[in-house]
């Protein structure tokens, strides 16, 4: 009996070493949804969450991932640290609005340990598609860009009294760059084109000015897509 005893002991000893022992921490997880307009699941789009450095629970270095939405338009992230989380997406190549570009459905999610954040939604709003094309039949962008000291071109939208969203170039060959993005319906922006090597001109020839951008009339909600051109007349 003593022996039943000393066993039972033992193991309700080793039972309860085990359930002190602290649960490892996995991070946060954090599910969601994107939907457009309509309500209904969006499949194919990028999100990204954004971990913000200065929050009301600390501060915390800058960290980011990325996932693409399932055919429902789920998504989910996991392994997050702790920290006030921005999720953002987009969907190139269509007239989408970025939602964190636009601020059409900025969300963000504050994860303290290793909990589960379901249920978020993200709107995807529709806008007007932007089309860039700069020309450059010379091929001075293919000669110089990444090889002559100087050489650059940075293509981007703003809004009154807000920094500039760079767009990256979506295709290219030695006689055109590309660029494409979704504009917001009713909203005025600057296009701001910069190539201090290079002199530039739009369509109808005219010199861009470099420094402040061009103005670009606020789309109405029955202009579907618009194309702006950009020509490289060369080094100035």
């Known amino acids: 009996m003593g022996w039943v005893c000393w066993i039972g002991s033992l193991a309700m000893g080793a039972m309860a070493a085990l359930a002190q022992k602290p649960v490892p ?32 629970i600390g501060a915390y270095p800058p960290a980011s991932a990325g996932a693409q939405t399932r055919a429902n338009g789920g998504f989910a992230f996991q392994g997050l640290g702790p920290g006030t989380y921005r999720l953002c997406a987009q969907l190139p190549f269509t007239a989408m609005l970025h939602t964190c570009n636009w601020e059409t459905s900025v969300d963000r999610v504050r994860i303290v340990n290793n909990e589960i954040r379901a249920g978020v939604k993200l709107v995807m709003k529709r806008g007007m598609l932007l089309k860039i094309k700069v020309e450059d039949p010379g091929g001075h962008l293919e000669r110089n860009v990444g090889k002559t000291k100087g050489a650059m071109l940075t293509v981007g939208l703003a809004e009154p009294r807000k920094k500039l969203m760079v767009l990256p170039v979506m295709s290219r060959d030695k006689a055109s760059w590309n660029y494409q993005t979704a504009v917001p319906y009713g909203r005025a922006v600057q296009l701001h084109a910069k190539g201090g090597f290079f002199s530039l001109a739009d369509g109808n020839g005219r010199s861009i000015d470099q420094r402040n951008g061009a103005a670009l009339a606020a ?11 950009i020509r490289v007349n060369g080094p100035k």
């Open 219 to 229: 789309p109405g909600q029955q202009e579907a897509e618009r194309q702006v051109v």
């Open 25 to 56: 921490n996995t991070g946060g997880t954090i599910i969601g949804t994107v939907v457009g307009e309509d309500g209904k699941g969006l499949a194919g789009v990028s999100v990204t969450v954004l971990r913000e450095m200065l929050t009301d």
